[in-house]
Protein backbone atom coordinates (compact mmCIF):
# COMPACT_ATOMS: atom_id res chain seq x y z
CA UNK A 1 0.00 0.00 0.00
CA UNK A 2 1.26 3.35 -0.83
CA UNK A 3 2.49 5.10 2.32
CA UNK A 4 2.64 8.66 0.62
CA UNK A 5 0.97 11.39 2.49
CA UNK A 6 -1.55 14.03 0.30
CA UNK A 7 -1.26 17.07 1.63
CA UNK A 8 -5.09 18.55 2.25
CA UNK A 9 -5.49 21.49 0.02
CA UNK A 10 -6.69 24.97 1.04
CA UNK A 11 -9.76 26.45 0.04
CA UNK A 12 -9.31 28.14 -2.97
CA UNK A 13 -8.68 28.53 -7.04
CA UNK A 14 -11.05 28.19 -9.49
CA UNK A 15 -14.99 28.64 -9.41
CA UNK A 16 -16.45 25.47 -8.54
CA UNK A 17 -19.97 24.38 -10.20
CA UNK A 18 -22.74 26.10 -8.52
CA UNK A 19 -23.28 25.44 -4.83
CA UNK A 20 -25.58 24.23 -2.47
CA UNK A 21 -25.47 24.33 1.19
CA UNK A 22 -22.57 27.69 0.00
CA UNK A 23 -19.77 24.39 0.20
CA UNK A 24 -16.39 25.91 0.20
CA UNK A 25 -14.34 25.40 -3.59
CA UNK A 26 -11.80 22.75 -3.72
CA UNK A 27 -10.51 22.92 -6.82
CA UNK A 28 -7.97 19.69 -6.31
CA UNK A 29 -11.25 17.50 -5.71
CA UNK A 30 -13.66 19.42 -8.22
CA UNK A 31 -10.78 18.78 -10.78
CA UNK A 32 -10.27 15.51 -9.92
CA UNK A 33 -13.88 14.51 -10.09
CA UNK A 34 -14.06 15.82 -13.61
CA UNK A 35 -11.34 13.64 -14.51
CA UNK A 36 -13.12 10.59 -13.44
CA UNK A 37 -15.86 11.40 -14.66
CA UNK A 38 -14.32 12.48 -18.49
CA UNK A 39 -12.41 9.03 -18.21
CA UNK A 40 -15.12 6.35 -16.75
CA UNK A 41 -18.19 7.92 -18.89
CA UNK A 42 -16.60 9.43 -22.19
CA UNK A 43 -12.86 7.62 -22.78
CA UNK A 44 -10.75 11.02 -22.31
CA UNK A 45 -7.45 10.98 -21.49
CA UNK A 46 -6.53 12.09 -17.75
CA UNK A 47 -3.93 14.49 -19.21
CA UNK A 48 -6.82 16.08 -21.67
CA UNK A 49 -9.07 17.11 -18.75
CA UNK A 50 -6.31 18.02 -16.53
CA UNK A 51 -5.14 20.44 -19.38
CA UNK A 52 -8.91 21.82 -19.49
CA UNK A 53 -8.36 23.34 -15.83
CA UNK A 54 -8.25 26.98 -15.14
CA UNK A 55 -5.33 28.65 -15.86
CA UNK A 56 -5.78 30.49 -12.31
CA UNK A 57 -5.65 26.19 -10.65
CA UNK A 58 -2.06 26.61 -8.55
CA UNK A 59 0.30 24.18 -9.65
CA UNK A 60 0.52 22.22 -6.78
CA UNK A 61 -3.42 21.67 -6.77
CA UNK A 62 -3.22 20.38 -10.71
CA UNK A 63 -0.73 17.90 -9.26
CA UNK A 64 -2.89 16.95 -6.34
CA UNK A 65 -6.19 16.37 -8.65
CA UNK A 66 -4.17 14.19 -11.04
CA UNK A 67 -2.63 12.07 -8.25
CA UNK A 68 -5.79 11.47 -6.51
CA UNK A 69 -7.75 10.61 -9.51
CA UNK A 70 -5.04 8.57 -11.13
CA UNK A 71 -5.08 6.51 -7.85
CA UNK A 72 -8.83 5.93 -7.98
CA UNK A 73 -8.38 4.76 -11.81
CA UNK A 74 -5.37 2.42 -10.55
CA UNK A 75 -7.52 0.99 -7.60
CA UNK A 76 -10.80 1.17 -9.08
CA UNK A 77 -11.73 -2.30 -8.29
CA UNK A 78 -10.42 -2.63 -5.07
CA UNK A 79 -12.24 0.55 -4.15
CA UNK A 80 -15.64 -0.73 -5.50
CA UNK A 81 -14.88 -3.88 -3.55
CA UNK A 82 -14.43 -2.01 -0.03
CA UNK A 83 -17.34 0.54 -0.79
CA UNK A 84 -20.09 -2.32 -2.31
CA UNK A 85 -20.87 -4.11 1.56
CA UNK A 86 -21.48 -0.59 3.27
CA UNK A 87 -24.26 0.37 0.78
CA UNK A 88 -28.20 -1.39 0.62
CA UNK A 89 -28.13 -0.44 -2.82
CA UNK A 90 -25.60 0.51 -5.37
CA UNK A 91 -25.79 4.72 -5.66
CA UNK A 92 -26.12 7.13 -8.21
CA UNK A 93 -23.30 7.19 -10.74
CA UNK A 94 -22.10 10.99 -9.19
CA UNK A 95 -22.20 9.52 -6.12
CA UNK A 96 -20.10 6.33 -6.53
CA UNK A 97 -17.45 9.14 -7.94
CA UNK A 98 -17.51 11.20 -4.88
CA UNK A 99 -17.28 8.11 -2.67
CA UNK A 100 -14.28 6.03 -4.95
CA UNK A 101 -12.20 9.74 -3.83
CA UNK A 102 -13.13 9.69 -0.43
CA UNK A 103 -12.16 6.03 0.00
CA UNK A 104 -8.91 6.57 -2.33
CA UNK A 105 -7.95 9.56 0.35
CA UNK A 106 -8.57 7.62 3.02
CA UNK A 107 -7.40 3.85 2.19
CA UNK A 108 -4.16 4.78 -0.46
CA UNK A 109 -3.41 8.30 0.24
CA UNK A 110 -3.52 8.79 3.88
CA UNK A 111 -5.31 11.96 4.09
CA UNK A 112 -6.82 12.70 7.58
CA UNK A 113 -10.26 11.28 7.95
CA UNK A 114 -11.84 14.61 8.87
CA UNK A 115 -9.76 15.83 5.47
CA UNK A 116 -10.69 13.31 3.36
CA UNK A 117 -14.46 12.64 4.74
CA UNK A 118 -15.23 16.47 5.26
CA UNK A 119 -14.39 17.52 1.84
CA UNK A 120 -16.20 14.50 0.00
CA UNK A 121 -18.80 16.10 2.00
CA UNK A 122 -18.64 19.15 0.56
CA UNK A 123 -18.26 17.94 -2.82
CA UNK A 124 -21.44 16.03 -3.29
CA UNK A 125 -22.76 18.91 -2.29
CA UNK A 126 -21.08 21.02 -4.34
CA UNK A 127 -22.69 19.05 -7.14
CA UNK A 128 -25.94 19.47 -6.20
CA UNK A 129 -26.34 16.14 -4.69
CA UNK A 130 -26.75 17.71 -1.17
CA UNK A 131 -29.59 14.51 -0.38
CA UNK A 132 -26.76 12.10 -0.57
CA UNK A 133 -24.72 14.04 1.88
CA UNK A 134 -25.86 12.04 4.77
CA UNK A 135 -24.70 8.90 2.99
CA UNK A 136 -21.41 10.28 1.83
CA UNK A 137 -20.38 10.76 5.43
CA UNK A 138 -21.58 7.80 6.90
CA UNK A 139 -19.71 5.62 4.90
CA UNK A 140 -17.11 7.60 4.18
CA UNK A 141 -16.53 7.52 8.50
CA UNK A 142 -17.08 3.59 8.18
CA UNK A 143 -14.22 3.27 5.52
CA UNK A 144 -12.12 5.18 7.85
CA UNK A 145 -12.93 2.99 11.15
CA UNK A 146 -11.94 -0.23 9.42
CA UNK A 147 -8.86 1.31 7.48
CA UNK A 148 -6.69 -0.93 6.32
CA UNK A 149 -8.94 -4.28 7.43
CA UNK A 150 -11.02 -3.20 5.23
CA UNK A 151 -8.55 -4.94 2.63
CA UNK A 152 -8.31 -7.94 4.13
CA UNK A 153 -9.00 -11.10 1.63
CA UNK A 154 -9.17 -9.18 -1.09
CA UNK A 155 -7.45 -10.14 -4.53
CA UNK A 156 -6.49 -6.49 -5.39
CA UNK A 157 -4.00 -7.33 -8.24
CA UNK A 158 -6.98 -9.24 -9.39
CA UNK A 159 -10.15 -7.02 -8.88
CA UNK A 160 -7.82 -3.78 -10.09
CA UNK A 161 -7.34 -4.97 -13.34
CA UNK A 162 -10.04 -5.28 -16.30
CA UNK A 163 -10.72 -8.59 -17.33
CA UNK A 164 -9.61 -8.94 -20.92
CA UNK A 165 -6.43 -7.44 -20.10
CA UNK A 166 -5.81 -9.83 -17.05
CA UNK A 167 -6.63 -12.66 -19.61
CA UNK A 168 -4.03 -11.68 -22.16
CA UNK A 169 -1.64 -11.17 -19.70
CA UNK A 170 -1.72 -14.59 -18.06
CA UNK A 171 -1.69 -15.97 -21.54
CA UNK A 172 1.22 -14.44 -22.82
CA UNK A 173 3.19 -13.94 -19.55
CA UNK A 174 1.99 -16.41 -17.00
CA UNK A 175 -0.36 -15.92 -14.24
CA UNK A 176 2.53 -15.64 -11.45
CA UNK A 177 4.36 -12.30 -14.18
CA UNK A 178 0.77 -11.06 -14.69
CA UNK A 179 0.22 -10.31 -10.65
CA UNK A 180 3.45 -8.92 -10.69
CA UNK A 181 2.66 -6.32 -13.64
CA UNK A 182 -0.64 -5.82 -11.92
CA UNK A 183 1.68 -4.94 -8.65
CA UNK A 184 3.20 -2.48 -11.25
CA UNK A 185 0.55 -0.96 -12.32
CA UNK A 186 -1.25 -0.38 -9.37
CA UNK A 187 1.96 1.55 -7.88
CA UNK A 188 2.72 5.28 -8.68
CA UNK A 189 5.66 5.75 -11.25
CA UNK A 190 8.76 7.61 -10.54
CA UNK A 191 10.14 10.78 -12.41
CA UNK A 192 12.13 8.67 -15.21
CA UNK A 193 14.77 11.21 -17.09
CA UNK A 194 17.29 11.11 -20.04
CA UNK A 195 20.31 13.08 -19.99
CA UNK A 196 21.86 14.83 -22.66
CA UNK A 197 26.02 13.32 -23.25
CA UNK A 198 27.98 14.81 -20.30
CA UNK A 199 24.94 16.60 -18.87
CA UNK A 200 25.25 16.43 -14.95
CA UNK A 201 22.85 14.72 -13.24
CA UNK A 202 19.99 16.61 -11.28
CA UNK A 203 20.57 16.50 -7.31
CA UNK A 204 19.10 13.17 -5.82
CA UNK A 205 18.83 11.38 -9.00
CA UNK A 206 19.57 7.42 -9.36
CA UNK A 207 21.63 5.84 -12.29
CA UNK A 208 19.32 3.00 -13.53
CA UNK A 209 21.59 0.00 -15.23
CA UNK A 210 20.91 1.23 -18.23
CA UNK A 211 21.89 4.75 -18.03
CA UNK A 212 18.38 6.49 -16.88
CA UNK A 213 18.24 8.71 -14.68
CA UNK A 214 15.29 8.37 -11.46
CA UNK A 215 13.65 10.57 -8.74
CA UNK A 216 11.20 10.00 -6.58
CA UNK A 217 7.30 9.91 -7.88
CA UNK A 218 5.80 13.17 -6.91
CA UNK A 219 9.03 15.24 -8.36
CA UNK A 220 8.02 18.47 -10.04
CA UNK A 221 10.01 18.41 -13.47
CA UNK A 222 10.21 22.03 -13.76
CA UNK A 223 11.46 23.07 -10.18
CA UNK A 224 15.06 20.72 -11.46
CA UNK A 225 18.34 22.37 -11.96
CA UNK A 226 18.97 21.82 -15.89
CA UNK A 227 15.66 21.55 -16.82
CA UNK A 228 15.46 24.79 -18.86
CA UNK A 229 18.77 26.57 -19.58
CA UNK A 230 19.22 29.71 -21.10
CA UNK A 231 22.80 29.46 -22.31
CA UNK A 232 22.91 25.82 -23.97
CA UNK A 233 18.99 24.17 -23.38
CA UNK A 234 17.77 22.16 -21.05
CA UNK A 235 20.21 19.01 -20.13
CA UNK A 236 17.41 16.43 -19.91
CA UNK A 237 13.96 15.04 -20.51
CA UNK A 238 11.04 12.99 -19.15
CA UNK A 239 11.13 9.70 -20.52
CA UNK A 240 10.46 6.07 -18.85
CA UNK A 241 13.38 3.89 -18.73
CA UNK A 242 11.90 1.49 -21.31
CA UNK A 243 11.00 4.28 -23.29
CA UNK A 244 14.01 4.92 -23.96
CA UNK A 245 15.37 1.48 -24.76
CA UNK A 246 14.11 1.26 -28.83
CA UNK A 247 16.50 4.32 -29.70
CA UNK A 248 19.60 2.83 -27.84
CA UNK A 249 18.83 -0.49 -29.48
CA UNK A 250 18.43 1.45 -32.88
CA UNK A 251 22.20 2.68 -32.39
CA UNK A 252 21.88 5.98 -34.15
CA UNK A 253 25.54 6.88 -35.76
CA UNK A 254 26.75 10.03 -36.45
CA UNK A 255 25.37 11.99 -39.71
CA UNK A 256 22.95 9.39 -40.22
CA UNK A 257 19.62 10.69 -42.07
CA UNK A 258 17.11 8.97 -39.58
CA UNK A 259 13.24 8.92 -39.62
CA UNK A 260 11.00 9.20 -36.06
CA UNK A 261 7.77 8.50 -37.30
CA UNK A 262 4.83 9.39 -35.16
CA UNK A 263 7.10 11.34 -33.16
CA UNK A 264 5.54 13.17 -30.61
CA UNK A 265 5.88 14.13 -27.82
CA UNK A 266 9.97 13.99 -29.00
CA UNK A 267 11.51 12.40 -26.26
CA UNK A 268 12.74 9.79 -29.44
CA UNK A 269 14.00 12.49 -31.19
CA UNK A 270 15.72 14.56 -29.08
CA UNK A 271 17.50 10.77 -28.23
CA UNK A 272 18.54 10.86 -32.17
CA UNK A 273 19.17 14.50 -32.16
CA UNK A 274 21.58 13.86 -29.25
CA UNK A 275 23.84 11.14 -31.08
CA UNK A 276 24.20 13.15 -33.85
CA UNK A 277 22.11 12.20 -36.50
CA UNK A 278 20.16 14.23 -38.49
CA UNK A 279 16.58 14.15 -37.86
CA UNK A 280 13.35 14.03 -39.36
CA UNK A 281 10.40 14.36 -36.71
CA UNK A 282 7.25 13.08 -38.19
CA UNK A 283 3.57 13.76 -36.67
CA UNK A 284 0.28 13.82 -38.53
CA UNK A 285 -1.07 16.02 -35.77
CA UNK A 286 0.03 20.05 -35.98
CA UNK A 287 -0.88 20.09 -32.23
CA UNK A 288 1.31 17.19 -31.29
CA UNK A 289 4.10 18.64 -33.61
CA UNK A 290 3.95 21.61 -31.97
CA UNK A 291 4.83 19.82 -28.84
CA UNK A 292 8.15 18.37 -30.00
CA UNK A 293 8.87 22.06 -31.26
CA UNK A 294 8.63 22.78 -27.69
CA UNK A 295 10.88 20.54 -26.44
CA UNK A 296 13.04 20.47 -28.73
CA UNK A 297 13.75 24.11 -28.15
CA UNK A 298 13.81 24.03 -24.74
CA UNK A 299 16.75 22.10 -25.13
CA UNK A 300 18.09 24.08 -27.85
CA UNK A 301 18.10 21.20 -30.60
CA UNK A 302 17.40 20.92 -34.19
CA UNK A 303 15.54 18.94 -35.96
CA UNK A 304 12.89 18.51 -39.53
CA UNK A 305 10.04 18.81 -38.22
CA UNK A 306 7.17 17.63 -40.45
CA UNK A 307 3.45 17.68 -40.39
CA UNK A 308 2.52 14.80 -42.19
CA UNK A 309 0.60 11.39 -42.18
CA UNK A 310 3.38 8.74 -42.60
CA UNK A 311 1.40 6.80 -44.62
CA UNK A 312 1.65 9.41 -47.74
CA UNK A 313 5.15 10.49 -46.64
CA UNK A 314 8.18 9.75 -48.87
CA UNK A 315 11.52 11.25 -47.76
CA UNK A 316 13.62 13.15 -50.14
CA UNK A 317 16.15 10.46 -50.25
CA UNK A 318 16.09 7.02 -48.94
CA UNK A 319 17.28 6.72 -45.01
CA UNK A 320 19.97 4.78 -43.35
CA UNK A 321 17.03 4.33 -40.58
CA UNK A 322 13.19 4.74 -39.48
CA UNK A 323 12.46 4.77 -36.10
CA UNK A 324 8.83 3.65 -35.70
CA UNK A 325 7.39 4.02 -32.20
CA UNK A 326 3.27 3.62 -33.52
CA UNK A 327 0.51 4.58 -32.27
CA UNK A 328 -0.92 1.39 -30.02
CA UNK A 329 -3.65 0.49 -27.23
CA UNK A 330 -0.54 1.64 -24.44
CA UNK A 331 -1.20 -1.07 -22.13
CA UNK A 332 2.55 -0.74 -20.97
CA UNK A 333 2.14 2.52 -19.77
CA UNK A 334 -0.82 1.88 -17.60
CA UNK A 335 1.23 2.66 -14.53
CA UNK A 336 1.66 6.39 -15.59
CA UNK A 337 -1.40 6.70 -17.33
CA UNK A 338 -3.94 4.34 -15.58
CA UNK A 339 -7.07 5.73 -17.73
CA UNK A 340 -5.67 3.18 -20.23
CA UNK A 341 -7.17 0.69 -18.40
CA UNK A 342 -10.82 2.10 -18.51
CA UNK A 343 -10.95 3.47 -21.84
CA UNK A 344 -9.07 0.15 -23.62
CA UNK A 345 -11.13 -2.93 -24.50
CA UNK A 346 -9.87 -6.48 -26.69
CA UNK A 347 -12.56 -4.91 -29.70
CA UNK A 348 -9.73 -2.19 -29.97
CA UNK A 349 -6.53 -4.23 -30.78
CA UNK A 350 -7.41 -5.42 -34.46
CA UNK A 351 -7.84 -1.84 -35.63
CA UNK A 352 -4.60 -0.77 -33.92
CA UNK A 353 -2.81 -3.91 -35.24
CA UNK A 354 -3.93 -3.15 -38.85
CA UNK A 355 -2.39 0.76 -38.50
CA UNK A 356 0.78 -0.61 -37.35
CA UNK A 357 1.04 -3.10 -40.04
CA UNK A 358 0.47 -0.33 -42.45
CA UNK A 359 2.99 1.75 -41.23
CA UNK A 360 5.26 -0.87 -41.42
CA UNK A 361 4.70 -1.17 -44.73
CA UNK A 362 5.09 2.41 -45.19
CA UNK A 363 8.41 2.75 -43.45
CA UNK A 364 9.92 0.22 -45.60
CA UNK A 365 10.02 2.08 -48.84
CA UNK A 366 11.54 5.06 -46.79
CA UNK A 367 15.24 2.84 -46.43
CA UNK A 368 18.04 2.15 -48.45
CA UNK A 369 18.89 -0.76 -48.97
CA UNK A 370 20.62 -2.19 -46.08
CA UNK A 371 18.84 0.59 -44.00
CA UNK A 372 17.76 0.06 -40.45
CA UNK A 373 13.83 0.03 -39.05
CA UNK A 374 13.21 0.02 -35.13
CA UNK A 375 9.96 -0.53 -34.69
CA UNK A 376 7.99 -0.07 -31.40
CA UNK A 377 5.21 0.26 -29.45
CA UNK A 378 4.45 0.49 -25.61
CA UNK A 379 2.00 -2.25 -25.10
CA UNK A 380 2.21 -5.76 -23.65
CA UNK A 381 -0.41 -7.32 -26.37
CA UNK A 382 1.39 -9.53 -28.61
CA UNK A 383 -1.47 -8.75 -31.38
CA UNK A 384 0.17 -5.57 -31.57
CA UNK A 385 4.18 -6.89 -31.06
CA UNK A 386 5.17 -10.71 -32.06
CA UNK A 387 2.30 -10.39 -34.71
CA UNK A 388 3.65 -7.93 -36.43
CA UNK A 389 7.31 -9.84 -37.50
CA UNK A 390 5.16 -11.57 -40.48
CA UNK A 391 4.21 -8.27 -41.65
CA UNK A 392 7.47 -6.77 -41.82
CA UNK A 393 8.85 -10.18 -43.35
CA UNK A 394 6.09 -9.80 -46.23
CA UNK A 395 7.46 -5.86 -46.43
CA UNK A 396 11.06 -6.84 -47.56
CA UNK A 397 12.28 -6.41 -44.03
CA UNK A 398 14.54 -9.03 -42.91
CA UNK A 399 14.34 -9.70 -38.50
CA UNK A 400 17.65 -8.87 -36.99
CA UNK A 401 17.57 -10.11 -33.09
CA UNK A 402 19.00 -8.20 -30.60
CA UNK A 403 21.82 -10.06 -28.95
CA UNK A 404 22.20 -10.71 -25.37
CA UNK A 405 25.13 -8.35 -24.99
CA UNK A 406 23.19 -5.58 -26.21
CA UNK A 407 20.77 -5.98 -23.24
CA UNK A 408 23.25 -7.18 -20.83
CA UNK A 409 21.94 -4.31 -18.50
CA UNK A 410 18.19 -5.91 -18.61
CA UNK A 411 18.39 -9.70 -19.83
CA UNK A 412 15.52 -10.37 -18.56
CA UNK A 413 13.80 -8.26 -21.30
CA UNK A 414 15.39 -10.11 -24.44
CA UNK A 415 12.49 -12.53 -25.26
CA UNK A 416 12.90 -16.02 -27.39
CA UNK A 417 12.73 -14.14 -31.14
CA UNK A 418 15.67 -11.89 -30.29
CA UNK A 419 13.28 -9.06 -29.53
CA UNK A 420 12.72 -6.28 -26.40
CA UNK A 421 9.86 -7.09 -23.93
CA UNK A 422 9.83 -4.98 -21.08
CA UNK A 423 6.59 -5.14 -18.45
CA UNK A 424 5.52 -3.25 -15.34
CA UNK A 425 6.70 -6.16 -13.36
CA UNK A 426 10.54 -5.73 -14.12
CA UNK A 427 12.69 -3.85 -12.01
CA UNK A 428 10.74 -3.90 -8.85
CA UNK A 429 14.04 -3.47 -6.85
CA UNK A 430 14.47 -0.10 -8.96
CA UNK A 431 10.69 1.16 -9.09
CA UNK A 432 9.77 -0.96 -12.17
CA UNK A 433 9.28 -0.14 -15.94
CA UNK A 434 6.69 0.68 -18.52
CA UNK A 435 5.59 -1.92 -21.00
CA UNK A 436 7.33 -1.71 -24.12
CA UNK A 437 7.93 -4.27 -27.46
CA UNK A 438 10.70 -3.61 -29.87
CA UNK A 439 12.34 -5.47 -32.84
CA UNK A 440 14.62 -4.23 -35.20
CA UNK A 441 14.68 -5.15 -39.47
CA UNK A 442 17.17 -4.41 -42.07
CA UNK A 443 16.09 -3.67 -45.80
CA UNK A 444 17.11 -6.44 -47.93
Not at 18 to 25: E, G, K, L, N
Request: a neutral charge; one cysteine or more.
Amino acid sequence: MNKTSMRSPEPGGRQSPPQTDQAPADPTRDIAYDILVSVLERRRSLDAVLDRAPATVPARDRAAAHRLAAMVLRRLGTLDAVLRPLLARPPPPPVRLVLLLGAAQLLFLQTPAHAAVGTSVELVRRRRLAPFAGLVNAVLRRVAAQGEASLAGLDQALLDMPGWLWSSLSTVFGEDAARRIADGIRQEAPLDLTLRRAAAAPEGAVRLPTGTMRLPAGTRVADLAGYARVDTGGTFWVQDVAAALPVMLLDPQPGERIADLCAAPGGKTAQLVDAGAEVIALDRDRSRLQRVRENLDRLAMQADLVEADALSWRPPALLDAVLLDAPCSATGTARRHPEVLHTRASADLPAFAQGQARLIEAASTMLRPGGRLLYAVCSMQPEEAEAQLAVAHRAGLRHVPFEAAELAMLPEALTAEGCLRTHPGLWPEHGGMDGFFAARFVRT
